[in-house]
């Protein structure tokens, strides 16, 4: 079967197992043979594929085992998605405390990426509101992880993408909320001097952050600066329907030059034209492509990358800098960049991602040697910042800068399951 | 709102009490064979939606003096809907060489639904009023080199469906016949089944047929035309085709 992760760099002929009930998942994680555990695979390169083997899919093992009002805690198995948890929940005062922009990811994805949202100066990444998880291993063992029972296990499958097990069922804990609805303000910004005095102002009273920027035209550096806090209306909200999709894969990425200029400052003046104030409902403000299916594809056969970096904050500003101005001048620019702030909260797994800086993330349509070129570029800078990449959104990086941006890996390597193996872990790890 | 699923371990069967579980005053009566999977199935109803009310009933699925005692014990009230959705996609290379696993195949296809439809539906009879619903297949349209084993028992449902239909007709008591395509579900996992329609799309066009008290649900809807197309075929021609 067919298995082509989000950035569609390329097909796989994967062998996908379904396994329809958690026994059934005990006896194929135990077969011998090697896999790797496969959700909504949104994962932008290779994390989530494992060549032409086994995949071992949660897409059947989606149900809810139990909900407690008064401590949020809810208890699912791994192929439950956050958009099915955020629309069973957001009428009942309880809605998902991380999210990252994309509802299409299931609970095992959420874990294993430890995915971080808007809020990370708030609330953390995901990891931290997982209580406990079941870990079912290649030795047919099921593991019951958590902070006080099993740590090392639990910390390691914490952003440990999915190579120490397949994460059967797990406790994690909602957040309370009036409604679904969020308070937002939108604010233009000229350049990143500006960004970084509005995030640092935003971060005392704002639980979400975050920003678009232009990185194509000569403006680059201006953008639009959104933060949010959970609005206290409690108005119920309709279910989504989702009605555009892009219905097929363009012969060329329609993603260019001329489109991109045309596109960022159109963006531009948008926002800049709705500044201000608003009350979004949290699919709006959480998950704005959610609703055009299969978006990836406007990046034509070849597919795209995203690259998105964390480095110090304390050479952030110059450090972005540097990346914007190699980037407005390779022409190879990006639909659209975020740029964020991190919090100071320490990761809580060993192979976390999101850590204390400024985050950088952007898309480029694969032009083969030109676009691994501007990369090259980049890792250099952030590299030398002492910042990394997320391996989630990574098909290309180095060993070496894997290994430089997680300096807890010979510990991950520890709790590695000797039967899972990913295309990721084949190119920087084993 | 009382409904009736028997089966209600199956994917398809289990998204239609979600929906009809959104609906003010559901309360469901679920059969199964399995208790541990039922249980399974039933809290995450439960989970969902506390306010639904959710009974368990395990069943020997081909014992038909059970089934019948099952009917008639949860026929003491008035029932609004029964689905009946046990299948089991047969093997049809298997059933050509094994017939101990064709003979299963067909009683569990076949004689159970068939078992449950009739007992249910003297219940509906007694109190004059409900809607029954068969899960059948488009496999049940026409007979064919792959899947005929599978297909026979689906028809052999169309038509039970088609005879409880004449009988119950002008009463308030409905009956349908749902004939889903193929659907992405535990039971096509072995098939490449990520083109499929999900379960969730099929059991809303389900629970609208069942409330509209459709004789013939095709879920999705173009399956009613493409089978219509099928049917048509001569077999001098259908004999060379290969689907």
Known sequence: ?430 | MRIVISAATSAIAHQCALAWARMPGAEFELIARDVQKLDGFANDIITRHPAVKVHQHIVDFEDAQAIGALAQKLGETPIDIVLIAQGSLTDQALAQTDFNYLKSELGLNAVSSMLFAESFAEQLAKWGKGKLAIIGSVAGDRGRASNYAYGATKAALATFAAGLQQRFAGSSVSISIIKPGPTKTPMTSGLNNSKMASAESVARVIVAGIEARKRVIYAPKQWALIMFVVRLIPFAVFKRLNF
């Open chain 1, 1 to 430: 079967m067919t298995l082509t992760a989000w950035g569609r760099l390329r097909t796989n002929e994967a062998k996908i197992s379904e396994p329809a009930t958690l026994g059934d998942l005990v006896g194929r994680v135990a077969s011998g043979e090697q896999f790797l555990g496969l959700g909504l695979a949104r994962s932008y390169g290779d994390v989530g594929t494992n060549g032409d083997g086994v995949s071992i899919s949660s897409a059947n093992l989606n149900k809810m085992v139990s909900f407690d009002p008064e401590s949020g805690l809810l208890t699912c198995e791994a192929g439950l998605t956050l958009r099915d948890i955020q629309q069973t929940f957001c009428n009942r005062g309880f809605m998902l405390p991380v999210t990252p922009g994309t509802s299409f990811v299931t609970i095992g994805g959420a874990i294993a990426n430890d995915v971080h949202g808007k809020n990370h100066h708030f609330a953390g990444t995901f990891g931290d509101h997982v209580v406990e998880f079941d870990l079912v291993r290649s030795d047919g063992s099921i593991t019951t992880c958590s902070r006080n029972q099993n740590e090392g296990l639990f910390r390691a499958t914490i952003g440990g993408l999915g190579l120490t097990g397949f994460i059967a069922r797990a406790t994690i804990r909602l957040a309370r909320v009036a409604g679904g609805w969020v308070e937002t303000e939108t604010i233009a910004y000229g350049n990143l001097g500006e960004f970084f005095s509005l995030a640092d102002d935003s971060e005392a009273d704002w639980q979400s952050t975050v920003s678009w920027f232009d990185c194509s035209t000569r403006k680059a550096g201006r953008g639009s600066f959104l933060r949010g806090n959970p609005s206290g209306s409690t108005d119920p909200l309709a279910a989504a329907s989702s009605s555009l999709a892009v219905p097929l894969v363009p012969p060329i990425s329609l993603i260019n030059k001329l489109s991109l200029d045309a596109f960022n400052i159109g963006y531009y003046h948008l926002k800049k034209a709705t500044s201000g104030k608003a009350r979004m409902n949290y699919r709006e403000f959480y998950y704005p492509l959610d609703s055009i299916q299969h978006w990836n594809r406007v990046y034509g056969p070849k597919g795209f990358y995203q690259y998105q970096s964390v480095v110090p904050r304390r050479d952030g500003a110059e450090v972005t800098k540097e990346m914007l101005q190699i980037i407005a001048r390779s022409s190879a620019g990006s639909f659209l960049g975020v740029l964020k702030t991190f919090g100071d909260k320490q990761p809580a797994g060993l192979l976390s991602f999101a850590r204390p800086g400024v985050t950088l993330a952007l898309d480029f349509p694969n032009r083969g040697e030109a676009t691994e070129k501007l990369f090259a570029k980049l890792d250099v800078i952030v590299s030398e910042a002492g910042g990394c990449l997320n391996p989630s959104k990574d098909a290309r990086m180095s060993r070496q800068m894997f290994e430089a941006g997680f300096n807890r890996l010979a510990e991950f390597g520890q709790y590695r399951d000797p039967n899972i193996a990913s295309d990721f872990s084949r190119r920087v790890i084993d």
